[in-house]
Every structure is written in structure tokens, then in C-alpha cells.
């Protein structure tokens, strides 16, 4: 089994420059965080940096973050908006940004110059931003990266020999495409939860103590605690997976069924989230799953307070058998409840669902994971949603 936590001194800058004069001591340079990502979750987490910036010796206090433009009716545009209220008013309208928190609508400006990137994006928007940000000399040598994106890529050649279809974490994507390091942010965290400064955890999958005190003290706070450990494809892999999980927990609730039914729901899919990970990133460590907040905390709240699984209980509760329209009336697409219940806010599960159901297909490996199947059939191919607990 791989090292686990990490041990790490707390994060001090490494040269410091004197004053002659006065005899001060200061920062030889300063850290510079960029947020790529103004969603819900982009939005709390730079809440959470720019305190943080602030505060900390080291920092650069001034926390950009992207914004892509959009027009509020009779407001004006969003970035104006954003740095004029200090709210994100289509993402987390509620909850007060700090004022050094600053909304940029160009991506390559809110990027340039930055030392400490997070990405935090629906995943599949990710291609389109890395291919802007792979501009020669735009990021900065020596910069460093954290994904808190829950998603996998998975690639298959079409015609291909059955086994090579391949799977990828987004930190190891980020790192191929842009050429520095990254780690990986996830756990038990519900974006306006987070926002609103309710006490939670998240887990960080680092590279090296290095790593671990640098984002420890980017993101660490009395309400957000912040463990480092050393499995970066584990907290990726499990953040990705749990939405599949989360799935699966609303067709639950949207069957009625009670939580004996939810909880054997639960531990089926953690299990078949870590035996994932552990078949096909071997390096990971199964108390990922077991003791961490990115493990089964983080499927605990998903599966109780998620998007996922809020959809997916309003996937069932749409099919006529349990909303009372007639028969051949059909139920609603999971895009169509996207748009009715997000507000703009994007499902993650029902991507994932497929790609992970098309890799394993691909790899021939369905049999080791009928549960991944089975939320896969039922979403996608009009499975009766009672099979679900078949075979399991
Ligand atoms: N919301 C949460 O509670 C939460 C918590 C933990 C992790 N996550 C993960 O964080 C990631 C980002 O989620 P989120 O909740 O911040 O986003 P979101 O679901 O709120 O989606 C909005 C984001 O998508 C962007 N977007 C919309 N259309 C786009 C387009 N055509 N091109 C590029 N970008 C576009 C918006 O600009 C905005 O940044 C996801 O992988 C999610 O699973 C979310
Ligand atoms: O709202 P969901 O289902 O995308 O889940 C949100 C977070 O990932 C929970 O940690």
C-alpha cells in the first residue's frame, strides 16, 4: 500500500528579502492564485483562497478568478457585476466574496502572471480551456496546479483492439497538457455549504510535502480543513465516481424506497468505486475510500444534498409508472431535468456514468461492476429502475 498522509511543515516562502533601512524582513516573492472555474464550486473555493491570500504571509492578496461573460437582464454584465457586489449572482447568489476576490472575463489574463492555478470546471469544458491556456510562455514557469474537477477522460479508438481503451485523471491531463505539477481537491463539500462557511473537510492528493504545505495553506481554514494525503488518482478517481454512486442513491429515493435500501446502495458503490480505482490505478490506496473526506464522506453528502442525486430522483419520479401520466407518456431526459432544476449549474454523474459504462465495455470488464452498469442501463437505455438491485 502507497505512503499515506502526509507529513509536512507549515508553509513558509522560501527566500526572504531585508530591507536595509528598516531592517524588515519580507517575501522574496509573492504567490499569485488564479481560479479557472466561476461555477458554484469555483465560487466558494475562491471565496475560501482569497481569505486565506489575505491573510497569509507569502501571498499575493489580490485572487483573480475567470468569469465568463454573461448578460443578467436589466443588471448588466456579470463580471461588472461580480467585482461591483462582490456576489456571484448566477452561481452562489447568497453568499459575500471578499473584495480582493476579483471577476476577469479573459482567461488568458486571469492566468498570466499566476503561480497557483485551480481548475475547477465541468469537465466537459476542459478540452476547450486547456487548449487557450497551452499558449507558449502564457502560464508561468514554475507554477503549480490543483484540479478540483470530478470527472474522468476516457478515450477509445474507435476499431481499436478490446483493451485499449484508456482512462485518465484530470490532474495527469492538466499535467500533460500544460507541463506542471498537479495535485488533486476533493471531498465532502457542497458548494453553498461551503460558501455559507459551514465546518466541513476535503482531501488533497499531493505530490510532495512541498505540495501538501503550498495548497495546506491556500485553502486550510477553521472551517474548511484541509488533509493532505499522497494518493492524487485516488481523491480524483473517487470525486468522479461518487456521482455515479449519486445517481444511484436518487433512483432510490425517487423509487420511495427506504434507507436500509440507501445505505446497501451506498456501500455496494463505494466498494465498486475503490476496486476501480485499485483495478485500474493501481498505485492508489483503498483508505481513500474508507477513511477519507474525498472517500465515503464525500459520496455520504452527494448522495443526501447533490445535484446528481436530486436529478436522478426526478428522472424516476417523471416515468409514468411512478408519476400517475399515462403510459405512453414518457419520462424526462436527464437533460431536460438539468435545465428545469440546475439553474445553469451542470450534472457531472450522467457523463461520467457513460464514459466509465464505455470504458469498462470496451475493457470487458462489465461483469466486475453491475452497478455501474445498471445506473448506466437505467439512465440511458430505459432499464426498469427495480433492476437495479439485481445481481448486486
Ligand atoms: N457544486 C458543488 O457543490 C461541487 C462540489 C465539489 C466539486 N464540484 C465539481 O467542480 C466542478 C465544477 O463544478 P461547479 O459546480 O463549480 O460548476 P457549475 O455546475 O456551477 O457550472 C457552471 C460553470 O460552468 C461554466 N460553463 C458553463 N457553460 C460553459 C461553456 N460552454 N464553456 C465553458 N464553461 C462553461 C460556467 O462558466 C461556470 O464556471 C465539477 O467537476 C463538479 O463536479 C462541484
Ligand atoms: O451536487 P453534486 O452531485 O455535483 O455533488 C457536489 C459535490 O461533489 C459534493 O461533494
Not at 481503451?165 to 488533486?184: D, F, M, N, Q
Not at 495548497?215 to 493532505?228: E, K
Request: net charge negative; charged share 25%.
Amino acid at each position: 500500500m502507497a505512503p499515506f498522509i502526509t507529513k509536512f511543515e507549515p508553509y513558509e516562502p522560501e527566500e526572504y528579502v531585508i530591507d536595509k533601512k528598516s531592517g524588515t524582513k519580507s517575501p522574496a516573492r509573492l504567490e499569485k492564485i488564479a481560479i479557472v472555474g466561476s461555477g458554484s464550486w469555483g465560487t466558494a473555493l475562491a471565496r475560501v483562497a482569497a481569505l486565506n491570500a489575505a491573510e497569509r504571509e507569502g501571498f499575493d492578496p489580490e485572487v483573480r478568478i475567470w468569469v465568463r461573460e454573461h448578460e443578467i437582464p436589466g443588471r448588466g454584465k456579470l463580471t461588472e457585476i461580480f467585482n461591483r457586489t462582490h456576489r456571484n449572482e448566477r452561481y452562489l447568489p447568497d453568499v459575500d466574496l471578499p473584495e480582493n476576490l476579483v471577476a476577469v472575463p479573459s482567461l488568458k489574463e486571469t492566468v498570466r502572471g499566476a503561480t497557483l492555478i485551480l481548475i475547477v470546471v465541468p469537465h466537459q469544458y476542459l478540452p476547450g480551456i486547456l487548449e487557450e491556456l497551452k499558449e507558449p510562455g502564457l502560464i508561468s514557469s514554475g507554477a503549480r496546479a490543483i484540479s478540483a474537477i470530478k470527472g474522468v477522460e476516457v478515450v477509445i479508438q474507435k476499431g481499436a483492439p478490446q483493451g485499449t481503451a484508456r482512462i485518465y485523471t484530470y490532474p495527469s491531463v492538466i499535467e500533460k497538457e500544460l507541463g506542471i505539477p498537479c495535485t488533486a481537491l476533493g471531498g465532502a463539500n457542497i458548494a453553498l455549504d461551503v460558501g455559507r462557511g459551514e465546518f466541513c473537510e476535503t482531501t488533497i492528493g499531493v505530490l510532495s510535502a512541498k505540495d501538501a504545505a503550498l495548497w495546506h495553506a491556500v485553502f486550510d481554514g477553521p472551517t474548511f480543513r484541509v488533509h493532505p494525503i499522497e494518493d492524487v488518482a485516488g481523491v480524483s478517481l473517487s470525486g468522479a465516481l461518487k456521482n455515479v454512486v449519486a445517481l444511484a442513491a436518487g433512483f432510490v429515493d425517487g423509487m420511495g424506497l427506504g434507507g436500509n435500501n440507501k445505505a446497501a446502495i451506498l456501500r455496494i458503490g463505494l466498494l465498486e468505486m475503490s476496486t476501480f480505482t485499485l483495478e485500474f490505478f493501481p498505485g492508489s490506496s483503498p483508505l481513500t475510500f474508507s477513511h477519507h473526506s474525498a472517500g465515503v464522506a464525500d459520496l455520504i453528502t452527494t448522495s443526501f444534498g447533490g445535484r446528481n442525486r436530486k436529478c436522478a430522483e426526478a428522472f424516476i419520479k417523471s416515468k409514468p409508472e411512478y408519476s400517475g401520466v399515462k403510459p405512453e407518456q414518457r419520462g424526462k431526459t436527464f437533460e431536460q431535468l438539468e435545465k428545469e432544476l440546475l439553474n445553469g449549474q451542470k450534472l457531472q454523474g450522467t457523463l461520467t456514468s457513460r464514459e466509465v459504462f464505455e470504458f469498462l465495455e470496451a475493457r470487458g470488464r462489465l461483469e466486475g461492476y453491475p452497478l455501474f452498469e445498471k445506473v448506466y442501463r437505467i439512465s440511458f437505455e430505459e432499464m426498469d429502475p427495480k433492476r437495479l438491485f439485481e445481481d448486486l
